[in-house]
């Protein structure tokens, strides 16, 4: 017991550096576009430009919390530094690979273009560089966006932490956990303890148990990176609707696959129910095998995302007081900061909470499908 | 809006980065971790049992050899016991024996001494009777010896005798 404490102490340093850092990595990027929008009004330029440069909070958070084709880092417009990424289209011309920045010239015959309803798509272009709209209809973008690299950057992470954990039980077999073990043992045991026994049960945790570590160290890892402002974080990944749907989606075909008859019937023809209330339960129980996962969707990308726009809404205040005065932008920069490190341990909860439930519920679901003549026993025992 | 339309993309890319990495760790990382924890698990357990029975064995040989000696003592009493009483018997015992055989004695000398007795008696009474044969004899012989003494004595009894 002592040792499992003093583990979630070691747990807990690390989070308070890890949550240190970010914070100090905050204020840079802040600081870095405080410099942007300070040598603005220097630059003289036409009243018409700099109305529009004129600062919108909405833009600059969707942006923030929508994938990219690059990853911005700092800066705004022609100063903006950013790392290309490689774009990867396919459409009836054939496949085209190339950095994302050429996106913006169109050199490659492909531009990123903001429709009117605000959303973006990418565009085929005629050699002219007019849009070509048959062909754009085509386009398969499978690019290695923002979030695309941030999966991956986790997928190496999660390899790096795992095999090397798994590594160094090889090498010292039955001996205390030590290193990357200590850290990863507590989360592994309760994943397996009070996620998969409990909801699956004994005899059958162990089928879906690898799955479920997977999962919850994903989103969980994911949500963690996500805090990082800058490189390699802050991607909003399981805030992504893809993401979360991909998730759940994975979650609803090992659900269906493996729904055992006590489940099929359970949602076709609930036992012990009269036929007449089964004419309006079933369609309802029907509905709840896509709502589940929906629903699972719904909540993790809605949490993630609610908390990626509350800390950049902090930070825009910043810029939306600075540009009424340049010291009302200093001084709420102050609250701005408290604010978003109070946010941010309350983010940090919420990104394990969010992928504690996710595995919780992921394997509840598990547990129901599987489950096998639980309901005819307890029916035959009461009569 | 871009917030709630997936990309095809991203959906693509994070199935396949997803699947890799399922696979990848579920063979190289969760079954070894797995195995390991359960093994590593397994092996308390054990160990506990194990002592947990061996504690019990020792409290079981203990309480045994609590009870042996108990017995032993118990033995023990019971042979002192014993050997008090037969020691209480054969002294009593023995004494009765001695006094029944001393009794025996007692009654035998004493019956030897009354027949002694009684035989000295009647040995007494018969040199009595010898005796005073003898000197009845002899008085009679003196008295007889002559005959006026013979006479004298007829005499005398004569005139003891009365003739009324």
């Given amino acids: 017991m002592a040792y499992k404490h003093s583990c979630f102490r070691t747990f807990s340093l690390r989070f308070l550096v890890l949550f240190a850092f970010s914070c100090f990595s905050t204020l840079a990027v802040a600081g870095d576009e405080d410099n942007a929008n300070a040598s603005r009004p220097t630059e003289k330029q036409a009243s018409a430009e700099a109305k529009e440069e004129k600062f919108n909070a909405g833009e600059t958070i969707m942006e923030h919390i929508g994938d990219s084709h690059e990853w911005h880092i700092a800066g705004k417009g022609e100063h903006a530094i950013a790392i290309p990424l490689p774009v990867i289209v396919y459409s009836k011309r054939g496949l085209s690979v190339f950095l994302s920045s050429h996106l913006e010239d169109g050199s490659h015959g492909y531009r990123f273009e903001k429709a009117k309803d605000g959303s973006h798509r990418m565009v085929a272009l005629t050699p002219e560089g007019t849009v070509d709209e048959e062909m754009t209809k085509s386009v398969w973008d499978l690019s290695i966006t923002k979030n695309v690299l941030s999966i991956f950057i986790v997928m190496g992470l999660m390899l790096w932490i795992f095999v090397s954990a798994a590594n160094a039980y090889k090498r010292a077999p039955g001996t205390a956990p030590t290193g990357v073990r200590s850290f990863v043992e507590p989360l592994i045991i309760f994943v397996r303890d009070d996620i998969a026994k409990s909801s699956i049960g004994e005899k059958k945790y162990m089928k879906y148990l690898p799955f479920l570590l997977t999962i919850f160290f994903f989103i969980w890892i994911t949500n963690l990176l996500g805090m990082i402002p800058i490189f390699p974080g802050g991607a909003n990944v399981t805030g992504n609707i893809a993401v979360a749907m991909t998730l759940a989606v994975i979650v609803f075909v090992i659900t269906t696959l493996s729904g055992k008859a006590t489940y099929w019937r359970h949602v076709f023809a609930m036992p012990g129910v009269p036929k007449g ?104 025992e009461a009569h | 809006m871009d917030l709630v339309k997936p990309s095809i993309g991203l959906i693509f890319w994070m199935l396949v980065s997803f699947g890799i990495i399922f696979f990848i760790l579920k ?138």
């Fill in chain 1, 277 to 380: 209330i089964l004419v309006l339960l079933t369609p309802i129980e029907i509905f709840g095998v896509f709502l589940k996962p929906f629903v699972l969707m719904i909540r993790l990308f809605a949490n993630i995302l609610a908390g990626h726009i509350i800390a950049l809404s902090f930070f825009c205040l910043i810029f939306i007081f600075a540009e009424m005065n340049t010291g009302l932008g200093f001084g709420v920069s102050i609250l701005s900061v408290a604010f978003t490190v109070f946010m941010g341990m309350l983010e940090l909860l919420v990104g394990f909470l969010q992928a504690y439930v996710f595995t919780l519920l992921a394997a509840m679901y598990f547990g129901t499908a599987i489950e096998e003549h639980h309901a005819e026993h307890a029916h035959v």
């Fill in chain 2, 27 to 164: 063979k190289f990382a969760w079954k070894p971790i797995l195995t390991m924890l359960k093994d590593r698990e397994d092996f308390i357990t054990n160990a506990l049992n194990s002592a947990e029975s061996a504690k019990k064995e020792m409290a079981a040989l203990q309480s045994n050899n609590e009870k042996l000696l108990a017995e032993a003592r118990g033995q023990r009493d019971i042979m002192l016991k014993e050997a008090r009483e037969i020691k209480d018997q054969i002294i009593g015992e023995a004494k009765g024996a001695a006094q029944k055989e001393a009794d025996k004695v007692m009654k035998s000398a004493r019956e030897s001494i009354q027949s002694e007795k009684n035989a000295a008696i009647a040995e007494m009474k018969n040199q009595v009777a010898a005796l005073s044969l003898q000197i009845a004899e002899k008085i009679l012989k003196e008295e007889l010896s002559s005959s006026e003494k013979q006479k004298a004595l007829v005499v005398t009894l004569l005139n003891d005798v009365n003739l009324n």
